[in-house]
């Protein structure tokens, strides 16, 4: 059973950095997407920028230029550098993964940006 689980959410001022992280475990097929979702109080879950096995990189417009999504293939690990933070990049960030259509979801981190 694959699992994901989120780490490094949290409170950080406006203009600030947060660094977010997935670690992916159990029976992961090789070629895969992975990705961060984000979903504020009352609105739609959102994409917030994915990555394929091969590397090649989606954006959601609000976020270009300010984070950067990873990985590490060898480890499983999924990565999203978050900078000059935003009030409204406020919600709960989700780990996902795609695995011949396939959705898996991991229990989601908060991050707040406020000052």
């Known amino acids: 059973q694959v699992q994901l689980v989120e780490s490094g959410g949290g409170l950080v001022q406006p203009g600030g950095s947060l660094r977010l992280s997935c670690a992916a475990s159990g029976n992961i097929f090789r070629l895969n997407v992975m990705g961060w979702y984000r979903q504020a109080p009352g609105k739609q879950r959102e994409l917030v920028a994915s990555?394929?096995?091969?590397?090649?990189?989606t954006y959601a417009d609000s976020v270009k230029g300010r984070f950067t999504i990873s990985r590490d293939n060898a480890k499983n690990a999924l990565n999203l550098q978050m900078n000059i933070l935003k009030p409204e990049d406020t919600a709960v960030y989700y780990c996902n993964l795609k695995v011949v259509g396939t959705d898996f979801w991991g229990q989601g981190t908060q991050v707040t940006v406020s000052s």
């Open positions: 990555i394929t096995s091969g590397g090649r990189t």
